[in-house]
């Protein structure tokens, strides 16, 4: 069973930068993708940011393009998002999630494990 624990959410204003990071205990973490969503209040989850289990493959949202990175260290076994150029409508509880295959995905439903979240505020 793999544990996933988020970290680095909190307030910042509109056009600052966050990072977040996510610590995965239990199975071999460095063989899985990992994957970024968030859900604001009185919306559906959406993704983020994906990674495959290397850091070769990535996807981004459209709307986060240019201006967030996901990246991973295996070594540390944690996957990190980066986030520039933040906006008030991307206050949201941000999950890290994970799956038991090596490869990129964009569907919650294609992930096996979450974290509980980490709150994301960009105040205007």
Same mark, same amino acid.
């Given at each position: $069973?793999?544990q996933?624990?988020?970290?680095?959410?909190?307030l910042?204003?509109?056009g600052? &930068?966050?990072r977040l +990071?996510?610590?995965?205990?239990?199975?071999?973490?460095?063989?899985? @993708? *990992?994957? /970024?969503?968030?859900? @604001?209040p009185?919306?559906?989850?959406?993704?983020?940011?994906?990674?495959?289990?290397?850091? @070769?493959?990535?996807?981004?949202? !459209?709307?986060?393009?240019? =201006?967030?990175t996901?990246?991973? !260290?295996?070594?540390?076994?944690?996957?990190?998002?980066? *986030?520039?150029?933040?906006? &008030?409508?991307?206050?949201?509880?941000?999950?890290?999630?994970?799956?038991? =295959? +090596?490869t990129? @995905?964009?569907?919650g439903?294609?992930?096996?494990? /979450?974290g $509980?979240g980490? $709150?994301?505020t960009? +105040? +205007?």
């Open positions: $069973q793999v996933l624990v988020e970290s680095g959410g909190g910042v204003q509109a600052g &930068p966050l +990071s996510c610590v995965a205990s239990g199975r071999t973490f460095n063989s899985y @993708a *990992m994957g /970024w969503f968030r859900q @604001a009185g919306k559906e989850r959406e993704v983020v940011a994906a990674i495959n289990w290397n850091g @070769a493959s990535t996807y981004y949202a !459209d709307s986060v393009k240019g =201006r967030f996901i990246s991973r !260290d295996n070594g540390k076994n944690t996957v990190y998002l980066q *986030m520039n150029s933040l906006k &008030p409508e991307e206050t949201a509880v941000y999950y890290c999630a994970g799956r038991y =295959r +090596s990129v @995905a964009t569907l439903t294609e992930y096996n494990y /979450w $509980q980490t $709150q994301v960009v +105040s +205007s």
